[in-house]
């Protein structure tokens, strides 16, 4: 084997034994399973247009179920399942991050001038704008 290789095999190993991975993988399984039936009653030779608009109906709402929290729990149970299975690190929610301090500090809001002449924001009236009654008509 070449270094190039057994870095890729390595870096493949690595991603593989992360439980984040196991999850989306599942989710994307449950999803893509859905979205095949829907591809092959689509590519039917046999299937009429109103068949083709109720299996897209069909698959529309088993999408929609997928979203509710028991199946959602119902999956991450799974996962969990194989994740002690299979010996990895358990799931856990990813730290929040800290917004950076601009973003959240108390300083004003930075607008360039241009910005406040187009829009004409509330520090400026249009009655002290020199042009204020071209605009209003009077």
């Avoid at 290789?5 to 859905?34: C, E, H, M, W, Y």
């Avoid at 083709?52 to 149970?77: F, H, P, T, Y």
């Avoid at 406040?116 to 002290?128: A, E």
């Amino acid at each position: 084997c070449s270094p190039e290789v057994s870095v890729r095999a390595s870096g493949l190993l690595t991603k593989f034994q992360d439980p984040t991975t196991l999850l989306g993988l599942n989710i994307a399984q449950v999803v893509l399973s859905a979205l095949e039936s829907l591809n092959r009653s689509l590519q039917s030779a046999r299937m009429t247009v109103a068949g083709m608009l109720e299996a897209a109906r069909a698959v529309k709402s088993q999408l929609q179920e997928m979203r509710q929290d028991g199946k959602v729990n119902e999956l991450l149970i799974k996962v969990e399942r194989q994740i002690k299975e299979l010996d990895l690190k358990p799931l856990s929610v990813p730290r929040a991050r800290q917004p950076p301090v601009r973003f959240c500090g108390s300083s004003e809001p930075f607008h360039t001038k241009v910005w406040k002449c187009t829009t004409g924001l509330s520090i400026l009236s249009y009655s002290t704008l020199p042009f204020s009654n071209w605009m209003t008509g009077s």
